[in-house]
C-alpha cells in the first residue's frame, strides 16, 4: 500500500504542460485503473507498462492500482506516458525510492519486453518541463541529441526500463547526451550555378533580403527551381533562439535527423502539388500535427508547379502568409503552430508549356483560366513577381561569370542589419513584417513617391495592401542601395515587381 507520483509532459502543438502522474496502490480486487481524459492509445498504456515491468524482473503489485494524470481536465494522449506510469507504480510499492522523482520528468514509450522506444516531441516536452521548474529528465536514449540541445536540465537516456530502476536506486548512471558538434552551415547549390536571368536572380536577392515572398513565372528550363533552391542559402543563420524553435517543430512533426538534430539554417520544404490540406496546413485525428507551412517556419516554402495545386490548397495559405501562424481545431483541443515562412511559388504560363511562348497552342481563355488558379487574394500578399525568359546562351554574353552564392549573401546580410537595426524599437527584424501603419505613420516617404502610389491605387495597379507591400519592398531596395530611405525610383521598382502583367 502506498502512494507515489511522477512527472511526465503533454503537448499541445509546441506548447508542452507537465503532467503529475500519481499512483496509488490500494485494498481491492488486483486492477488498473486510470484517470485524466486519457485517449485510446493511453488507455492501452495499462497492459504495456503491466507486461515490461514483468518482462523486467520486477513484482507488479497485486493490489488494486489508481492512476491519476493531473491537471485532471487536460486531454492526454500518446504513449510517451509508459516510463513516468511504470516508475510511479514501483515507487508506491516501495520498490525505488519516491523521493527520486520529485524533480525529474520521464518521457518513453515501453515495450512489452522493457525497452524504451522513442517518442516525438522530446524537445519541445524538456522544455516545457524546464520552464516547470524540473532540472532532470530520462529519456529514451535514441532521442539523447535531441535533448540535449536543451540548457540547464540534466538529461539521460535509457534503452531498457531496468536500466532507469537500477539508476533510480542508485546502482549505477546512464547514458548522457553526446558532445554537440560545431555547426556547419554547407550547401551543393550556388547561385553561380544559375545561368542568365538577371532580373530574376535580383529579385531573389531582394526577397532575400527582406523576406519577401515571391513568384516566377515562365516556360519550364529557365531555373524557377534553381532559384528557389538556392534562396536559403541567402537568408541569415538562424539565432540559438529560433533554431531551438525550428527543431521543436520537426521534433513534434518526426522528423528530425538522429545524428544532427539540431536545425540552424532556414528549412527548406518543397511538398508535391498532390498533397492534401492536412498535409499542407497541419491536420490528423486528435491533436492536429504540423504540416508543411509549419515546417517550412524560418525558412522557405517552395510551391513548384504551383498552378498544379488547386484552389483548396492555395487558399489555405493566406491566414498564414498574414499572421505567421495556423491554428487548428480537432477534436482534442486547438493547437498553435508557427508559420512564419518566405513563400516561392513557381508556375509555367500556361498548361502546355512550351519552350518559347510563340510557340504556345493554349488559346487565350485556356492560359488566363490557368494562371488565374493562383486567385486575386493569394497572389495581393506576394510582394515581387518575376516573368523568366528562355535562355539564349549556355554562357555569359560579357564574358563575366555570375556571382556566387557567398558575395550575394554579404549584401543580404548588411541590408538585413540596416534593417533589424531600424526595427529593433518595435521588436521586428525585417522589412516584411513591419505592418503598413507603422510605415505610413512613423516614416512617411517623401512627396513624389507617395504620389507614385497615390497613382498607383487610383488607376487599379494595386489595392490597399499592395501599397503597403510596396512600402516594404521599397525600404528592401533602399537597405541594398546603403541608402537612408526609399526614393521615387525604389518605389517605382516596388511597383514594377507588382505588376500582374510582368507575371
Avoid at 233 to 261: C, K, Y
Avoid at 305 to 319: D, I, K, S
Avoid at 419 to 442: C, F, H, I, K, M
Amino acid at each position: 500500500m502506498g502512494l507515489a507520483r511522477a512527472w511526465s509532459i503533454a503537448l499541445f502543438g509546441v506548447d508542452g504542460v507537465a503532467v503529475e502522474v500519481e499512483a496509488d496502490i490500494g485494498a481491492g480486487l488486483p486492477g488498473v485503473q486510470l484517470v485524466g481524459l486519457p485517449d485510446a492509445a493511453l488507455q492501452q498504456a495499462k497492459e504495456r507498462v503491466r507486461a515490461a515491468v514483468r518482462n523486467s524482473g520486477e513484482q507488479w503489485p497485486a493490489h488494486r492500482i489508481t492512476l491519476g494524470l493531473s491537471p485532471a481536465a487536460l486531454p492526454k494522449g500518446g504513449s510517451g506516458y509508459d516510463l513516468a506510469i511504470a516508475c510511479a507504480i514501483l515507487a508506491a510499492a516501495k520498490a525505488i525510492p519516491p523521493d527520486v522523482l520529485d524533480n525529474m520528468a520521464l518521457i518513453g514509450e515501453l515495450a512489452l519486453d522493457g525497452r524504451v522506444r522513442p517518442v516525438r516531441g522530446v524537445l519541445p516536452g524538456l522544455l516545457a518541463a524546464r520552464r516547470a521548474g524540473l532540472r532532470e529528465a530520462i529519456v529514451p536514449a535514441e532521442a539523447l541529441p535531441e535533448a540535449g540541445l536543451v540548457d540547464g536540465m540534466r538529461v539521460f537516456g535509457a534503452r531498457r526500463l531496468d536500466e532507469v530502476l537500477a539508476c533510480l536506486r542508485g546502482e549505477h548512471g546512464l547514458e548522457t547526451p553526446p558532445e554537440r558538434a560545431p555547426a556547419k552551415r554547407a550547401s551543393s547549390v550556388d547561385l553561380a550555378d544559375v545561368l542568365g536571368q538577371p532580373e530574376a536572380r535580383w529579385a531573389l536577392e531582394v526577397a532575400a533580403a527582406g523576406g519577401h515572398h515571391l513568384l516566377f513565372v515562365g516556360p519550364p528550363g529557365t531555373g524557377k527551381t534553381m532559384l528557389a533552391q538556392r534562396l536559403c542559402g541567402l537568408l541569415p543563420e538562424l539565432t540559438p533562439e529560433e533554431a531551438l524553435e525550428v527543431t521543436a517543430i520537426h521534433s513534434v512533426a518526426g522528423a528530425l535527423a538522429p545524428e544532427a538534430p539540431l536545425i540552424d539554417a532556414p528549412p527548406f520544404v518543397a511538398p508535391h502539388h498532390s498533397l492534401s490540406v492536412a498535409a499542407m496546413i497541419g491536420g490528423g485525428t486528435g491533436l492536429a500535427k504540423p504540416g508543411a507551412v509549419s515546417r517550412a517556419h524560418r525558412g522557405v516554402l517552395f510551391l513548384d508547379e504551383a498552378c498544379e495545386f488547386g484552389p483548396r490548397r492555395l487558399e489555405t495559405l493566406r491566414t498564414a502568409l498574414e499572421e505567421g501562424e495556423v491554428r487548428l481545431a480537432r477534436r482534442d483541443g486547438v493547437v498553435r503552430y508557427p508559420a512564419r515562412f518566405q513563400l516561392v511559388l513557381a508556375t509555367n504560363p500556361c498548361p502546355c508549356a512550351p519552350p518559347r511562348d510563340t510557340e504556345c497552342l493554349c488559346p487565350p481563355n485556356t492560359r488566363r483560366r490557368y494562371l488565374a488558379r493562383l486567385s486575386g487574394p493569394l497572389l495581393d500578399r506576394v510582394d515581387i513577381r518575376v516573368r523568366m525568359r528562355p535562355l539564349t546562351a549556355m554562357s555569359a554574353h560579357d564574358g563575366a561569370e555570375p556571382e556566387p552564392t557567398s558575395v550575394v549573401r554579404e549584401r543580404v546580410r548588411e541590408a538585413r542589419r540596416r534593417a533589424a537595426q531600424r526595427w529593433s524599437a518595435y521588436g521586428l527584424g525585417s522589412n516584411a513584417e513591419v505592418p503598413g501603419t507603422v510605415l505610413r505613420r512613423d516614416f512617411p516617404l517623401a512627396r513624389g513617391a507617395i504620389e507614385l502610389l497615390d497613382h498607383g491605387l487610383d488607376i487599379g495597379v494595386v489595392t490597399g495592401r499592395g501599397a503597403d507591400r510596396c512600402l516594404r519592398v521599397a525600404w528592401t531596395l533602399a537597405d541594398l542601395a546603403g541608402i537612408d530611405e526609399p526614393g521615387v525610383d525604389e518605389v517605382a521598382s516596388a511597383l514594377e515587381f507588382r505588376d500582374r502583367r510582368s507575371a
